[in-house]
């Protein structure tokens, strides 16, 4: 069960250290928003954004893009905040809290979304709320990650997401929509120590854990031990993979 307070707080902890640390994220906006000009016409002008974060698709949106009116929501309100202050959003733009529970009121001719979909306890019923606030012929373009994504934690510590298949995905996603693009990345970040594997966690909040783990000397000590084991040579850094999955897809006609 993915417990949404946990991830509120880590979060919450990482709102000054996300973008340094978010390398990985900035590529996946940086494909997103390729996967936009190349799939979405005529460009929708009313969008809400799932998971805004610090503002990393918000900017490159607001930059690539003629938005006319933009929503942005996020589970964490200090990063909702941050981001409007950021990119000068109204306040009455913001959507603060769950998506999957947080109401909404009318329809945007576009959602989308970065790194944030892996999140939900109910894909099934969230998506279904979300067909219902688009418009007819409206777009969902997203990204979350794929089965393989932090897998050398899951390795180490028999922890992790439950992450969805494309093709769990793809049978959600198609009650609802047409399905104009998938496809998948992968991407291996290598560190110094284990140590510096765990930090990187901590500074972006990507756990993979569902739950939330307290951390004693000797747990780190044995995590480190273990790790070394996911280096395929001496020589090599300490790997942790990360696993992009890309959707883009128009609402089905009724």
């Excluded at 993915?2 to 494909?31: H, L, M, P, W």
């Excluded at 190349?38 to 998971?51: A, F, W």
Aim: hydrophobic residues 35%.
């Amino acid at each position: 069960m993915i417990e949404k307070a946990d991830i509120t707080c880590r979060f919450r902890r990482s709102v000054e250290s996300y973008d340094e640390n978010a390398i990985v994220q900035k590529s996946i906006v940086g494909k997103l928003s390729g996967l936009l000009q190349e799939y979405v016409r005529p460009y929708p002008v009313k969008i809400l954004e799932i998971g805004c974060g610090t503002g990393l698709l918000t900017s490159a949106l607001l930059k690539n893009f003629p938005v006319n009116e933009l929503f942005i929501n996020d589970l964490v309100p200090e990063m909702c905040r941050k981001t409007a202050g950021r990119c000068a959003i109204p306040d009455n733009r913001c959507i603060i809290g769950d998506i999957e529970s947080v109401p909404l009121s009318g329809q945007y001719e576009m959602l989308v979304s970065s790194s944030t979909f892996q999140w939900f306890s109910r894909p099934a019923d969230t998506l279904k709320k979300l067909a219902g606030h688009l418009a007819a012929d409206g777009f969902l373009v997203f990204s979350t990650f794929g089965q393989d994504n932090l897998k050398e934690l899951r390795q180490v510590s028999g922890q992790g997401l439950d992450y969805l298949s494309s093709a769990e995905w793809q049978g959600i996603l198609s009650s609802h929509f047409d399905i104009l693009y998938m496809g998948e990345d992968f991407h291996i970040l290598y560190f110094d120590s284990p140590l510096d594997v765990l930090r990187h966690i901590k500074n972006t909040g990507v756990n993979a854990t569902a739950v939330r783990q307290i951390w004693t000397k000797g747990q780190i000590d044995q995590f480190s031990r273990k790790y070394a084991s996911c280096r395929e040579t001496a020589n090599e850094g300490y790997p942790l993979t990360y696993h992009p999955v890309y959707w883009v897809c128009r609402k089905r006609k009724s």
